[in-house]
C-alpha cells in the first residue's frame, strides 16, 4: 500500500480525524508530524465519539502502530491524560504507541508565558492562541532551548526543569502574570518522566525500518494549510508547518518515499480565533451553518467562523501540499441551502484581481470575494452511501469544486460517522 500524507487545506477543523479513521483501515504505521494539543482530531466509532489530540486517530485500529513524531510538541501531561482515557474505553496503548525521541515538550512555563504574552497584546494584535504553550515550545526549539522527550531520560532533566522554571518567573514577574512553583514542576516532571519512559523510542529509525520492510505509513498533520507558519495568513497562524512538507521534517521519512498526498478540506468554510477569512458569513446563514454543522471546536469548544468555499484557498492549497486527491466532507451541511456561492477570486477596490493567495494580507480588507452562484438540491444527503446516488445538483457542485482547485477526488463524506463516507478513487 502506498506512503501517504494527510493535510488540511483550509483553515484546519476540515474532518481529517474521520479521514484519517478511514484511510488507516490501508495502513500499517500512523505518524503524528507536528502541532500540539492544540488540535483535537474527532473521530465518531461505532455510534462512540472520540477527540484526540495527539495520539494518532489510528489507534482506535487493533493492530495499528501509532508514532507521535519529532515535529510535535508534545504536553506529557496532556498526553498521560489522553492515555487514560483511551485506556478506561478498553483500547490498547501499550505496544502499539511510540514517541519520539526528538519530539520537543510543551512544558508549564508555556503555557504561562503564552497565556501571559496574550493577555498583554490589544484586541487587534491578538492572535487567538488556545493558550497551550505550543507557541513558547516552538520558540524554545527555534532558540535552542526547548526540552526533548530524550531528556527524560537523562539524570540532567530535573536540573534542567528547575533552571528554565526560574527564568520563565522572571519573565512572568516582569509582566504582573503568576509565578510557578518551581518545586512542584520538578516533583510534576518527575512523575511524568517515568510514565512516559516505556513509550520513548529512536522513531526515525523505526519508521525507516518499517518503509523498508513494505509497510504503509501514514503521516497526519494538525490544524491546515492557511495556519501554515510560512504559508498561512500570517501572524495568525500556529507555529509549525502543517503542509506536505512538513510530514517529511516532522517525522524523518524521506520525501522520496511519499507516494501520495490527499488534502482533506470541507465545501464551505470555517475558521476559528483571529486573522483574514475573505468569505465570512455574519448573517444567518453562516449561523445556520455553524449549527448544523457543529462548529465548535474540539479542543477548545470555541464557535468557529462559517463561510462558502473559496476556491482562492483551495488552489494555492493544491499548489503548496501537491495534493493528488481530495477528501471533501460535510456536504450534508448544505442540504438546506437553496442557492450555494462559490468564491473564485478576490477583487481589490482599484480593480486588482487575485486569482491566488497574497502573502500580505492586509490587502485582504480592501478586496471582496468574486462568486458565482449554483443552485442547491434541498434534499438531505446524509443517508446516502454511494455518490452515484447524490442528487444531480449535489454532484454538479462537487464537480465545480474539484474543477476549480485541481486533483481528483477520492473520498465525499456526507456525515460523521465512518459509514457515512463514499469512496471514489482512494
Known sequence: MPNTILVGAQWGDEGKGKVIDVLTAQSDVIVRFQGGSNAGHTVIADGKKYVLHLIPSGILHAGKQ?????????????????????????????????????????MRWHRALDAADEARRCEKTKIGTTGRGIGPAYGAKMGRTGLRVGDMLSPHFLDAVRGQSDAANEILASWGAPVLDVDEMVKVYRQAAETLKPYIADTVAYINEAD????????????????DIDFGTYPFVTSSNPTSGGACTGSGLSPRRIDRVVGVIKCYTTRVGSGPFPTELKDETGEHLR??????????????????????????????????????????????????KICTAYLRDDGV?????????????????????????????????????????ARVYVERLVELIGGRLGILSVGPARETTLRTGL
Open 66 to 106: 501509532c508514532v507521535i513524531g519529532n515535529g510535535v510538541v508534545m504536553d506529557p501531561f496532556d498526553l498521560i491524560t489522553e492515555i487514560g482515557i483511551l485506556r478506561a474505553e478498553g483500547i490498547e496503548i501499550d505496544g502499539r504507541l511510540l514517541i519520539s525521541d526528538r519530539t520537543h515538550m510543551v
Open 212 to 227: 523498508r520492510k513494505g509497510k504503509s505509513i501514514l503521516l497526519e498533520g494538525a490544524q491546515g494549510t492557511m495556519l
Open 291 to 340: 449549527q448544523k454543522g457543529g462548529e465548535f471546536g474540539a479542543t477548545t469548544g470555541r464557535p468557529r467562523r462559517c463561510g462558502w468555499f473559496d476556491a482562492v484557498v483551495g488552489r494555492y492549497s493544491a499548489m503548496v501540499n501537491g495534493v493528488d486527491f481530495w477528501a471533501m466532507t460535510k456536504l450534508d451541511v448544505l442540504d438546506e441551502q437553496p442557492v450555494i
Open 353 to 393: 484581481r487575485y486569482e491566488s493567495f497574497p502573502a500580505d494580507t492586509s490587502v485582504l480588507d480592501r478586496c471582496v470575494p468574486v462568486y458565482e452562484e449554483m443552485p442547491g438540491w434541498m434534499q438531505p444527503t446524509s443517508k446516502i452511501t454511494r455518490y452515484e446516488d447524490l442528487p444531480l445538483k
